[in-house]
């Protein structure tokens, strides 16, 4: 069996599944914390457990968000034909890594909180701040118009 190579995968699908599979879940999610709120659970809305109501907010706002920066980029590269020329071969792992590091380090960081801090999760977030700069910086370079 002949083995693919990067110009034969299909990233516009790629994205377009991932991006609302992702949104499904953190949407989910936010219906999960709504429900914490609803019931009023301690272990969530106690004063003393502040930080983790906020990095738990803040994983779900950034996965949702995510999950539609995927489906925008997927639609993107049937757009605008210059994001064809190799951009997407980085650009999409890291968009990739960002959907799974912002939120899973917001996550994660409201987990196991130390005093007013969020939890170790929270190191991995600024990783994926800089993959998902990096995905939006070879996108908008991509989108230029050549003359």
């Excluded at 990233?11 to 879940?25: K, M, N």
């Excluded at 429900?35 to 779900?60: C, I, S």
């Excluded at 980085?90 to 939120?103: E, F, T």
Aim: glycine residues 12%.
């Amino acid at each position: 069996m002949a083995q693919r190579t990067a110009p034969d995968v299909d990233y516009a699908a790629r994205h377009l599944r991932f991006g609302w599979w992702s949104l499904l879940v953190f949407l989910s999610v936010g219906f999960a914390l709504e429900l914490l709120h609803g019931f009023k659970a301690g272990f969530y809305l106690d004063v003393t457990n502040e930080t983790r109501r906020l990095m738990w907010t803040l994983a779900h706002a950034h996965g949702a968000l995510l999950g539609l920066v995927h489906v925008a980029w997927a639609l993107c590269l049937r757009a605008f034909p210059d994001l064809e020329d190799g951009n997407q071969r980085v650009a999409s792992p890291c968009l990739m890594g960002a959907s799974v590091l912002l939120p899973g380090g917001f996550f994660a960081g409201g987990v196991q909180l130390y005093g007013g801090d969020p939890g170790l999760g929270i190191i991995v977030v600024p990783a994926g701040a800089a993959c998902l700069a990096t995905a939006v910086f070879l996108t908008a370079r991509a989108t230029r118009r050549r003359g």
